[in-house]
């Protein structure tokens, strides 16, 4: 149950930070957030096929991984576009974790590594 807690502070923490990145440092469009902060759970037409492969597609589009080398990547080739992508990115993989959506296990879409939802 601590973990559990421990996990959506930290979900907290990345959304409020991209948050305050995308928005108050950087000044990006917000019209581009609200489009593209739900795109990550397109990732869930994976369920139409299995549980597993839709858990898969799920958490590889739900883990920080990939955004923050995409983040490291944009600062690196000075690309806007792609550092404004990766933020929303991580908004919502932190917005999923803060309202206690985990990453799946391959049983049921309910079952994540925070709890049963």
């Not at 792609?82 to 079952?111: C, E």
Request: hydrophobic content about 55%; aromatic content about 14%; overall charge positive.
């Amino acid at each position: 149950m601590k973990n559990a807690i421990v996990l959506r502070i930290e979900g907290l923490v990345a959304l409020a930070l991209s948050v305050y990145f995308y928005f108050f440092n950087l000044q990006f469009n917000w019209i581009m957030f609200v489009i593209l902060l739900l795109a990550p759970d397109l990732s869930m037409l994976g369920y139409l096929k299995n549980n597993k492969v839709g858990a898969v597609w799920y958490n590889l589009f739900h883990t920080y991984s990939i955004p923050m080398i995409i983040i490291i990547c944009s600062v690196l080739v000075h690309s806007h576009i792609l550092l404004m992508i990766s933020l929303i990115w991580v908004a919502h993989i932190g917005m999923d974790r803060m309202l206690g959506y985990g990453l799946k296990y391959p049983t049921k879409f309910q079952d994540t590594h925070l709890n049963r939802i």
